[in-house]
């Protein structure tokens, strides 16, 4: 058995994080003094990050992947909207602590980088609800940084091993790759 059908088999049991970097946006930056409640500050979905996002939620659907809510996202719009495009009936949680890996690709500290990491493999150590996976719709990190370079809607499949016992990044897809699981 090849290695996608064997993740299919243990996505359907549950026990992992998909990471999900954001579907894609328009060209450009967001704003300087960009405001988390004001979508005009920010880069946003573009027309196709929009079909990509119904795409990830229906695809996940269809291969009876089980997803516990809530979906977790940062606070930019893009991935609020990419998480409610894709996951309609399912609440979504915006939670600071992603906006957090926004920052890793700017101009920050060592030390803040490493509380940054700490505090994300903190969070990558929690098991979701038993037969269930969790959903984090958040941001790429840089080259070699975190859980590395996401394409848009590419998605990092984490093993958690529990609270202090670290995880494993079992694979990374990109949205196509997903589709032919």
Not at 91 to 96: K, L
Request: aromatic letters at 10%; charged letters at 20%.
């Amino acid at each position: 058995m090849d290695l996608e059908k064997t993740l299919l088999g243990l996505l359907r049991e549950g026990g992992f994080i998909l990471y999900a970097r954001h579907a894609e946006a328009t060209v450009g930056n967001d704003q300087p003094y960009f405001n988390f409640e004001n979508c005009y500050t920010q880069r946003n979905l573009s027309e196709l990050g929009r079909r990509e996002a119904i795409y990830y939620g229906q695809m996940l659907r269809y291969l009876q992947v089980p997803i516990s809510p809530p979906i977790v996202t940062s606070p930019f719009c893009r991935t609020i909207e990419t998480a409610q495009l894709a996951f309609p009936n399912v609440n979504v949680q915006t939670d600071p602590f992603w906006y957090d890996i926004y920052k890793l690709g700017g101009n920050i500290s060592t030390a803040e980088q490493q509380r940054i990491l700490t505090n994300l493999r903190s969070v990558l150590e929690m098991k979701p609800p038993q037969g269930t996976n969790k959903v984090i719709i958040a941001h790429s990190f840089p080259k070699g940084i975190g859980l590395g370079k996401v394409s848009n809607l590419g998605t990092v499949f984490v093993k958690p091993r529990g609270q202090g016992h670290g995880y494993e990044i079992v694979k990374q897809m990109s949205l196509a790759e997903l589709a032919d699981l």
